[in-house]
């Protein structure tokens, strides 16, 4: 009863979310900052979504290891499951970021620009949840989801106040993508981090050691040359586009 009473809260506070931004952006903004908000905020919760289908056949056999008791597969499979993610993430989300006004450009025109900075900031947020995405999945295999559920739920709902505040103080389509950013990254960093580490009995030093550095310079070698090809072939079309990304 208990997880399936965190299950649903988590599900319902992402799609109370997922329904209160187009009503809370439309309130305060105009219908710009409607437009751009929505196409800037559709990469993030399209990867969201493809993640969480990607991780969903791991329930089971996270939780047949808990069951059996062991313990250093489990660390093992957190550790390792972290750091592929937080790899797949950088490597998902900075090409949007350096790319992100040429992408929009061509999708939807150079009128909403603004949706290439709002896509731009969502995005960052997937390095920081992805590197303790584990979190959850143990969590759940381990029945102790009320923490990454709590926390999850918080977000999505801080998040959409941090939207409404933004705009309503004329931030804009960009501001309130920066509030939702910040909201994130603050809750995942002082909560579900140390879940994690408490969950499967790591230090943050030996987390971070073994989770964030094994990215950091692939991270700094596919930065460069994506800022490099920038400069180099200033993709105007779909396919010098395509070159660059990969």
């Given at each position: 009863a208990a997880f399936g009473g965190w299950t649903f809260l988590k599900g319902a506070a992402v799609v109370s979310r997922r329904a209160g931004e187009p009503v809370v952006v439309n309130r305060m903004a105009g219908a710009l900052e409607v437009?751009?908000?929505?196409?800037?905020?559709?990469?993030?919760?399209?990867?969201?979504?493809?993640?969480?289908?990607?991780l969903q056949p791991m329930h089971p056999p996270l939780a047949a290891l808990h069951a059996r008791g062991e313990t250093e597969r489990l660390r093992a499979v957190f550790l390792r499951g972290n750091?592929?993610?937080?790899?797949?993430?950088?490597?998902?989300?900075?090409p949007l970021v350096v790319y992100r006004e040429e992408l929009v450009a061509l999708y939807v025109g150079d009128r909403f620009l603004e949706a290439g900075t709002v896509m731009g900031l969502l995005v960052l947020q997937l390095p920081v949840r992805w590197s303790s995405i584990m979190a959850g999945m143990l969590g759940a295999a381990t029945d102790?989801?009320?923490?990454?559920?709590?926390?999850?739920?918080?977000?999505?709902?801080?998040?959409?106040?941090?939207?409404?505040?933004?705009?309503?103080?004329?931030?804009?389509?960009?501001g309130a993508a920066g509030a939702a950013l910040l909201v994130t990254v603050l809750i995942v960093?002082?909560?579900?981090?140390?879940?994690?580490?408490?969950l499967v009995e790591v230090s943050g030093w030996s987390w971070a050691r073994a989770c964030l550095l094994p990215g950091l310079a692939p991270l700094a070698a596919g930065l460069l040359a994506w800022l490099g090809l920038r400069?180099?072939?200033?993709?105007?079309?779909?396919?010098?586009?395509?070159?660059?990304?990969?």
């Open positions: 437009s751009c908000f929505h196409l800037g905020s559709l990469v993030t919760t399209q990867l969201q979504f493809l993640m969480a289908k990607i750091r592929l993610a937080f790899i797949a993430a950088l490597f998902v989300s900075l102790q989801q009320r923490t990454p559920a709590s926390a999850v739920s918080v977000i999505n709902l801080l998040a959409l106040v941090a939207i409404g505040v933004s705009l309503g103080i004329g931030t804009g389509a960009a960093v002082t909560v579900i981090w140390p879940f994690g580490w408490r400069e180099a072939i200033a993709p105007t079309t779909w396919s010098s586009l395509f070159l660059c990304f990969s």
